[in-house]
């Protein structure tokens, strides 16, 4: 920040080297701005800084050797050393790279002489950046410039804003006459009225009734009539004879419509005073009937009501029966859907008795199997331990068969009552799938084991692989029966009706 000797009491100024002491003013601490010298002590003082200490002082002490009746003068020789500091411009931020002495700063900042080539922003936000002696003259003519509408006085914004989106509307803008006559400031809203009065108007002629269809400007009406009067003349003087004639000939029509309307009304007269009588009798007649006619309305009513009444009952009655036809049809399907229903189950149960038999088939093969294997292990006489071990097993395989062959006659007699629930028997169906899945596997590690032990039976593997392929026949006949089971499963769980009865 800079200051100058008429508005501040010392020089803030980025000095190219630190100032000495003795150009520092004791009480700002800042350059000596127009140093004055005590005459007690010799310090030097601005002179700003000493006045306002001695104007506080009533005594006026020094306030260095606190001497009474102080009294300073200027300094002119520490005025020139001052003033040839070498300082850089104050506008060094803004881009200026001047540097000179602190004598030429005032005249270097000058807006109109000086040579400071420091830019600033313009504070309108336009985003030019100019020198400090064009930024007034731009500030005067900046687009982004705060401005109101000189016309109206009430549109604020922008000065490029209110020349490009209200000048061209606003009401009060002084625009020209559009006829082209002398008339100045003619705002835009009241170009509509000036037209009424404007000289240059073009109008129809006075005599227009008449027959004159000349159109000229107001200015020239008076001219036109003048060279025209006679032909006005014979215009009005011809129309005068025709409305004339129209109104002679109008009148005699209408003296002829009131005759004739005379005419007529006495006869009218005549034949009502020959109806009078009838009309009294028809009259009393009407009024007898009007009577008539409001009993029967009242009997109507009372009907309407009593028909009404009959109606509600009659829609109830229908809707009750078509909600009975509903139920009836719902019950008859129903019906349907439970004879179908015991039809699919005895169907159903012909093939549980088919799988039995054939369960009960298998089963007796795989007693011969085992009798077979049974002959085999005593033939082999140092194998017996493992044979018997073999027999064990198989023994608990007839065991698993015939708990399969027990469940499946449960399932056989449940299926045949009707009472059970359809979850219980998809759980006993799922429970005889997962037995014989237990005997698939118990026959599968019975074959891994009698393949262990190929080495032993060496002297029976002839014999023994017919017999193994039996085995392996069996046991795909098993696996195809249980995938069976698991179709007549799935059909059972999906194809099966809802048996609710609404």
């Given at each position: 920040m800079a200051?100058?000797?008429?508005?501040?009491?010392?020089?803030?100024?980025?000095?190219?080297?630190?100032?000495?002491?003795?150009?520092?003013?004791?009480?700002?601490?800042?350059?000596?701005?127009?140093?004055?010298?005590?005459?007690c002590?010799?310090?030097?003082?601005?002179?700003?800084?000493?006045r306002?200490?001695?104007?506080?002082?009533?005594?006026?002490v020094?306030?260095m050797?606190?001497?009474?009746?102080?009294?300073?003068h200027?300094d002119?020789?520490?005025?020139?050393?001052?003033?040839?500091?070498?300082?850089?411009?104050?506008?060094?931020?803004?881009?200026?790279?001047?540097?000179?002495?602190?004598?030429?700063?005032?005249?270097?900042?000058?807006?109109?002489?000086?040579?400071?080539?420091?830019?600033?922003?313009c504070?309108?936000?336009?985003?030019?950046?100019?020198?400090?002696?064009?930024?007034?003259?731009?500030?005067?003519?900046?687009?982004?410039?705060?401005?109101r509408?000189?016309?109206?006085?009430?549109?604020?914004?922008?000065?490029?804003?209110?020349?490009?989106?209200?000048?061209?509307?606003?009401?009060?803008?002084?625009?020209?006459?559009?006829?082209?006559?002398?008339?100045?400031?003619?705002?835009?809203?009241?170009?509509?009225?000036?037209?009424?009065?404007?000289?240059?108007?073009?109008?129809?002629?006075?005599?227009?009734?008449?027959?004159?269809?000349a159109?000229?400007?107001?200015?020239?009406?008076?001219?036109?009539?003048?060279?025209?009067?006679?032909?006005?003349?014979?215009?009005?003087?011809?129309?005068?004879?025709?409305?004339?004639?129209?109104?002679?000939?109008?009148?005699?029509?209408?003296?002829?419509?009131?005759?004739?309307?005379?005419?007529?009304?006495?006869?009218?007269?005549?034949?009502?005073?020959?109806?009078v009588?009838?009309?009294?009798?028809?009259q009393?007649?009407?009024?007898?009937q009007?009577?008539?006619?409001?009993?029967?309305?009242?009997?109507?009513?009372?009907?309407?009501?009593?028909?009404?009444?009959?109606?509600?009952q009659l829609t109830?009655?229908?809707?009750?029966?078509?909600?009975?036809?509903?139920?009836?049809?719902?019950?008859?399907s129903?019906?349907?859907?439970?004879?179908?229903?015991?039809?699919?189950?005895?169907a159903?149960?012909?093939?549980?008795?088919?799988?039995?038999?054939?369960?009960?088939?298998?089963?007796?093969?795989?007693?011969?199997?085992?009798?077979?294997?049974?002959?085999?292990?005593?033939?082999?006489?140092?194998?017996?331990?493992?044979?018997?071990?073999h027999?064990?097993?198989?023994?608990?395989?007839?065991?698993?068969?015939?708990v399969?062959?027990?469940?499946?006659?449960?399932q056989?007699?449940?299926?045949?009552?009707?009472?059970?629930?359809?979850?219980?028997?998809?759980?006993?169906?799922?429970?005889?799938?997962?037995?014989?899945?237990?005997?698939?596997?118990?026959?599968?590690?019975?074959?891994q084991s009698l393949?262990?032990?190929?080495?032993?039976?060496?002297?029976?593997?002839?014999?023994?692989?017919?017999?193994?392929?039996?085995?392996?026949t069996?046991?795909?006949?098993?696996?195809l029966?249980?995938?069976?089971?698991?179709t007549?499963?799935a059909?059972?769980?999906?194809?099966?009706?809802?048996?609710?009865?609404?």
């Amino acid at each position: 920040m800079a200051a100058d000797q008429e508005g501040l009491e010392s020089f803030d100024y980025n000095f190219v080297e630190p100032p000495d002491e003795e150009y520092i003013c004791p009480i700002c601490l800042l350059v000596l701005c127009d140093p004055h010298q005590t005459d007690c002590c010799g310090n030097h003082f601005c002179q700003r800084c000493i006045r306002k200490q001695l104007d506080t002082s009533p005594s006026m002490v020094c306030p260095m050797c606190r001497v009474t009746n102080l009294t300073t003068h200027l300094d002119k020789f520490h005025l020139r050393k001052v003033h040839a500091l070498k300082l850089r411009c104050p506008q060094q931020s803004n881009g200026c790279p001047w540097v000179g002495e602190l004598g030429n700063v005032k005249r270097h900042l000058d807006p109109v002489s000086g040579q400071c080539s420091a830019v600033f922003p313009c504070k309108y936000g336009c985003g030019q950046r100019l020198l400090a002696a064009i930024l007034p003259a731009h500030f005067a003519e900046c687009d982004h410039r705060p401005y109101r509408c000189d016309y109206c006085l009430e549109y604020s914004g922008t000065y490029a804003e209110v020349a490009r989106d209200h000048v061209p509307v606003c009401p009060r803008y002084p625009v020209p006459c559009p006829n082209g006559c002398s008339a100045k400031g003619i705002q835009r809203a009241s170009v509509r009225r000036h037209l009424t009065k404007c000289p240059l108007s073009v109008v129809e002629c006075e005599y227009k009734d008449v027959g004159c269809t000349a159109k000229i400007n107001k200015q020239g009406m008076a001219s036109h009539c003048s060279k025209k009067m006679p032909q006005h003349l014979k215009m009005a003087y011809s129309a005068y004879v025709w409305l004339s004639d129209e109104y002679h000939r109008e009148r005699d029509l209408l003296i002829a419509d009131v005759e004739s309307l005379r005419e007529k009304l006495a006869q009218v007269e005549a034949e009502l005073s020959l109806k009078v009588p009838d009309l009294v009798s028809v009259q009393q007649r009407v009024t007898v009937q009007d009577r008539e006619i409001k009993d029967y309305l009242s009997q109507m009513q009372s009907l309407q009501a009593e028909l009404k009444t009959a109606h509600s009952q009659l829609t109830d009655q229908a809707k009750l029966q078509q909600i009975i036809q509903k139920q009836t049809k719902q019950l008859s399907s129903q019906q349907l859907s439970v004879q179908s229903l015991q039809d699919k189950l005895t169907a159903r149960d012909c093939e549980l008795k088919e799988y039995v038999a054939q369960i009960k088939s298998l089963q007796e093969d795989i007693k011969t199997v085992q009798r077979q294997a049974q002959s085999h292990l005593k033939r082999n006489e140092v194998l017996q331990n493992e044979v018997l071990a073999h027999r064990s097993q198989i023994q608990s395989l007839q065991k698993i068969n015939i708990v399969t062959s027990q469940i499946v006659q449960a399932q056989k007699s449940d299926i045949l009552q009707l009472k059970i629930t359809n979850d219980e028997k998809d759980s006993k169906l799922v429970h005889s799938a997962s037995t014989i899945k237990e005997l698939i596997e118990s026959m599968g590690t019975l074959q891994q084991s009698l393949e262990s032990k190929d080495d032993l039976l060496l002297s029976m593997k002839s014999s023994l692989e017919g017999r193994m392929a039996e085995v392996r026949t069996l046991e795909q006949s098993v696996a195809l029966r249980e995938e069976q089971l698991h179709t007549l499963q799935a059909k059972y769980t999906i194809n099966e009706p809802d048996c609710t009865i609404m």
